[in-house]
């Protein structure tokens, strides 16, 4: 409260701030509206040629279905329409309050939570004057668990509902999300990931490397400076986990960008109009070219290396383990024996690109490494 | 022939090395080659930087912090006056010539 404010409550500028500020205090205590820079240590980089625009009144209630995960083909088209109507609900809906309501669902993954929580910070930024976000917790005491050791609660500013004792924890490195490179954070999830397994000396130094190059390729490659589409720029999510009931490890990076695929089309527009063949190309496609083989904007054999030196050290791990992207259209999971499973989305595409990293089934000894040389693609 | 300087990046740098660009955050690839390498380079003949103790070094760190070398000075003259080496991470010695080497060829620079 300023001194202003409390010497002449009569002061018109005074009512103004002691108002604004008991109405800050008393959502505080109700701990209810999501407030997604609670911890957020910087200010977010909007699109100031995206406007929220419109009067908003009444109130929305937006029902979230009982399953949300990027298990099959169903689940992805579900997960990416609930994320699609929550932004246009928000952001071109012109409510006051909008409700997400969680109460129906029963089961949700890391990943989802991941998606969820990215789309509400990047609405909440955009209409936060406007419309206010709040939500209902899940009656699933499982999911509401996920939410929680995710930092799903913690990274929106409101209270986490009590949970029962029993429940049995995996270790999460909760949701992080930065607009820059941050390799201490590599660092703390392979930390995480040693509770698990411990990576020797030169494959946590792989790994750390190729967490790093995700945040650089966000920079390099994800935001469009001329698009109209309300992006945070630079900004990224990372979220992993270690589970100790079936000895995994993995993670989720996600940015909101334009996609591998989108990204791809557009800088290499005249080879792509040249050949027939690129042409009928699918998303699927563009994203398994890039993580086999780097693709540069710059024509230069320098760049490019992010997602393929990730894909390769996961092949030089004796372990089962997969590495899927989804991006746009394209959803594409490497397995360690080599093979890929492709999936081309139909109904909704993915704003921006999510991979994730996975390891099964770790073997506490014995390991063995079929490390290739670092640049033999590049 | 004078001793060449020697340089820890880990003791003396970082120990969590970051990306490619100054404005993808702190402790970049460009910052290093710009407010290390070029200065040293100026001062010394000959300078051994010593990549070992380290976090990792991401591919855009090396390509901006050694590679650009490449394309300034030409890859004979890079050879001659740098050393690169690093006891717990011959990836990233390989990776920072691999660098040098492509940049050099890519600028076309004769020395």
Same mark, same amino acid.
């Given at each position: 409260?300023?001194?202003?404010?409390?010497?002449?409550?009569?002061?018109?500028?005074?009512?103004?701030?002691?108002?604004?500020?008991?109405?800050?205090?008393?959502?505080?205590?109700?701990?209810?509206?999501?407030?997604?820079?609670?911890?957020?240590?910087?200010?977010?980089?909007?699109?100031?040629?995206?406007?929220?625009?419109?009067?908003?009144?009444?109130?929305?209630?937006?029902?979230?279905?009982?399953?949300?995960?990027?298990?099959?083909?169903?689940?992805?088209?579900?997960?990416?329409? @609930? /994320?699609?109507?929550? $932004?246009?609900?928000?952001?071109?809906?012109?409510?006051? *309050?909008?409700? =997400?309501?969680?109460?129906? &669902?029963?089961?949700?993954?890391?990943?989802?939570?991941?998606?969820?929580?990215?789309?509400?910070?990047?609405?909440?930024?955009?209409?936060?004057?406007?419309?206010?976000?709040?939500?209902?917790?899940?009656?699933?005491?499982?999911?509401?668990?996920?939410?929680?050791?995710?930092?799903?609660?913690?990274?929106?500013?409101?209270?986490?509902?009590?949970?029962?004792?029993?429940?049995?924890?995996?270790?999460?490195?909760?949701?992080?999300?930065?607009?820059?490179?941050?390799?201490?954070?590599?660092?703390? @999830? /392979?930390?995480?990931? $040693?509770?698990?397994?411990?990576?020797?000396?030169?494959? *946590?130094?792989? =790994?750390?490397?190729?967490? &790093?190059?995700?945040?650089?390729?966000?920079?390099?490659?994800?935001?469009?400076?001329?698009?109209?589409?309300?992006?945070?720029?630079?900004?990224?999510?990372?979220?992993?986990?270690?589970?100790?009931?079936?000895?995994?490890?993995?993670?989720?990076?996600?940015?909101?960008?334009?996609?591998?695929?989108?990204?791809?089309?557009?800088?290499?527009?005249?080879?792509?109009?040249?050949?027939?063949?690129?042409?009928?190309?699918?998303?699927?496609?563009?994203?398994?070219?890039?993580?086999?083989?780097?693709?540069?904007?710059?024509?230069?054999?320098?760049?490019?290396?992010?997602?393929?030196?990730?894909?390769?050290? =996961?092949?030089?791990?004796? &372990?089962?383990?997969?590495?899927?992207?989804?991006?746009?259209?394209?959803?594409?999971?490497?397995?360690?024996?080599?093979?890929?499973?492709?999936?081309?989305?139909?109904?909704?595409?993915?704003?921006?690109?999510?991979?994730?990293?996975?390891?099964?089934?770790?073997?506490?000894?014995?390991?063995?490494?079929?490390?290739?040389?670092?640049?033999?693609?590049? | 022939?004078?001793?060449?300087?020697?340089?820890?990046?880990?003791?003396?740098?970082?120990?969590?090395?970051?990306?490619?660009?100054?404005?993808?955050?702190?402790?970049?690839?460009?910052?290093?080659?710009?407010?290390?390498?070029?200065?040293?380079?100026?001062?010394?003949?000959?300078?051994?930087?010593?990549?070992?103790?380290?976090?990792?070094?991401?591919?855009?760190?090396?390509?901006?912090?050694?590679?650009?070398?490449?394309?300034?000075?030409?890859?004979?003259?890079?050879?001659?006056?740098?050393?690169?080496?690093?006891?717990?991470?011959?990836?990233?010695?390989?990776?920072?010539?691999?660098?040098?080497?492509?940049?050099?060829?890519?600028?076309?620079?004769?020395?």
């Amino acid at each position: 409260m300023s001194k202003q404010g409390r010497k002449n409550p009569k002061s018109r500028w005074g009512q103004v701030i002691v108002t604004r500020d008991r109405t800050k205090r008393n959502l505080a205590r109700k701990d209810r509206t999501y407030d997604s820079n609670r911890l957020s240590n910087h200010g977010p980089k909007r699109n100031r040629k995206f406007k929220v625009a419109g009067k908003r009144r009444g109130t929305f209630n937006l029902e979230f279905p009982k399953s949300l995960s990027l298990n099959s083909e169903s689940d992805v088209s579900e997960l990416l329409r @609930l /994320i699609h109507d929550m $932004s246009r609900t928000i952001l071109e809906g012109k409510h006051k *309050r909008i409700v =997400l309501d969680h109460k129906n &669902v029963e089961y949700m993954t890391p990943e989802a939570a991941l998606l969820i929580l990215s789309e509400i910070q990047r609405c909440e930024e955009y209409c936060k004057d406007k419309t206010e976000i709040t939500g209902t917790h899940p009656r699933v005491h499982a999911v509401t668990e996920l939410l929680d050791e995710i930092g799903f609660y913690e990274a929106l500013g409101i209270k986490a509902p009590k949970l029962p004792a029993s429940y049995k924890k995996r270790t999460y490195v909760r949701i992080e999300r930065r607009d820059m490179v941050d390799p201490e954070i590599a660092d703390s @999830l /392979i930390d995480c990931f $040693s509770s698990e397994h411990s990576f020797p000396d030169e494959d *946590r130094k792989r =790994l750390h490397v190729a967490l &790093v190059e995700c945040m650089d390729n966000v920079f390099e490659h994800a935001y469009d400076l001329k698009s109209l589409d309300p992006y945070l720029y630079k900004e990224w999510w990372l979220a992993g986990y270690a589970d100790h009931s079936d000895s995994s490890i993995g993670f989720m990076f996600y940015d909101q960008g334009k996609g591998i695929p989108s990204t791809i089309k557009k800088k290499k527009r005249k080879i792509i109009e040249r050949s027939k063949a690129l042409l009928t190309w699918t998303d699927s496609h563009w994203v398994e070219r890039a993580v086999r083989r780097p693709i540069s904007r710059h024509h230069s054999m320098r760049r490019g290396h992010g997602l393929t030196r990730l894909k390769r050290f =996961l092949d030089g791990l004796d &372990v089962e383990g997969s590495l899927r992207v989804v991006a746009n259209r394209g959803d594409v999971e490497f397995l360690t024996s080599g093979q890929s499973v492709s999936l081309n989305l139909t109904n909704d595409d993915l704003d921006g690109t999510l991979i994730m990293w996975k390891i099964n089934g770790i073997k506490k000894e014995g390991r063995a490494i079929r490390h290739g040389k670092d640049d033999e693609d590049g | 022939m004078a001793e060449p300087f020697y340089y820890s990046v880990a003791k003396s740098f970082t120990r969590f090395p970051g990306g490619r660009r100054r404005q993808h955050g702190l402790h970049s690839g460009e910052e290093f080659r710009e407010s290390i390498v070029l200065p040293l380079l100026s001062q010394h003949e000959r300078v051994i930087f010593d990549l070992s103790g380290s976090a990792g070094y991401s591919s855009g760190f090396l390509d901006e912090a050694f590679g650009e070398l490449g394309a300034i000075f030409g890859l004979p003259e890079v050879e001659r006056r740098v050393v690169i080496t690093a006891d717990d991470d011959p990836d990233a010695v390989e990776t920072a010539w691999a660098r040098v080497r492509e940049a050099a060829k890519e600028s076309g620079v004769r020395h």
